[in-house]
Structures are given as C-alpha cells and as structure tokens.
C-alpha cells in the first residue's frame, strides 16, 4: 500500500518562499509519476505541477509557472516543491499525488490513485 505523507508548509509572507516535501513508502518511489495540488477555503481542488517518473518531463499550472518548481530524488522517494514569491492566493492546503506505474505526469485529479493528507501553507500580504 502506498502511503504519501507531506510537510513543509507554514505561514509566511508575501514574497516569502517554502520549500515542500512528500515522501513515499510502501511501493519503489521511482515508477510514479508525482503532482501536487492545492485546494483553498470554498474552493475545488487544483492542478499545480506534475512531473514523470524520471523527472524528464513536468507541467505547471499557469498560475504559478516561474515562481514553483517540482522535482523528485528517487533515491529518497522524495518529491518536492519548491515555492519561490510567494502570494496571498497561494494559501491552500497542498497535497501531493501519485500515479500508478505506467502513467505520465498529469493534469487531472482523476488520474492519480494515492494521495497525502495535506499540508496546509499559509501567505500573509
């Protein structure tokens, strides 16, 4: 069974950065493909970024294309989140996903089958 647990948020500033992390256990890290997605008070969850199982390929939401950076160290079964300039309307809770072995990095919510409890990151102005 695949467990995906985050950490890392927190509350911080605007411009402030934070760096997230999900670990994974249960299964080798190295055949999923990763997301992260957050999703803010009274709203639905989102797509933030994605990357392949061998981090040759990622994909990020428009909103936070340049100030976010995904990767991933196998090695560790690591994945993470890099989050630089941060903004008000970047407070979520973040949670990251993985997809089964096979599959590419993915926009879509419905195409990951594990997913962490969340972390909540919180941006004052």
């Known amino acids: 069974q695949v467990q995906l647990v985050e950490s890392g948020g927190g509350l911080v500033q605007a411009g402030d950065s934070l760096r997230l992390s999900c670990a994974l256990s249960?299964?080798?890290?190295?055949?999923?493909?990763m997301g992260w997605f957050r999703q803010a008070p009274g709203k639905e969850r989102e797509f933030v970024a994605s990357i392949s199982w061998g981090a040759a390929s990622t994909y990020y939401a428009d909103s936070v294309k340049g100030r976010f950076t995904i990767s991933r160290d196998n090695a560790k079964s690591t994945l993470y989140l890099q989050m630089n300039s941060l903004k008000p309307e970047d407070t979520a809770v973040y949670y990251c996903?993985?997809?089964?072995?096979?599959?590419?990095?993915?926009?879509?919510?419905?195409?990951?089958?594990?997913w962490g409890q969340g972390t909540q990151v919180t941006v004052s102005s």
């Open positions: 996903a993985a997809r089964r072995p096979g599959g590419w990095g993915s926009r879509a919510i419905t195409d990951y089958d594990y």
């Open positions: 249960g299964r080798p890290f190295g055949v999923y493909a």
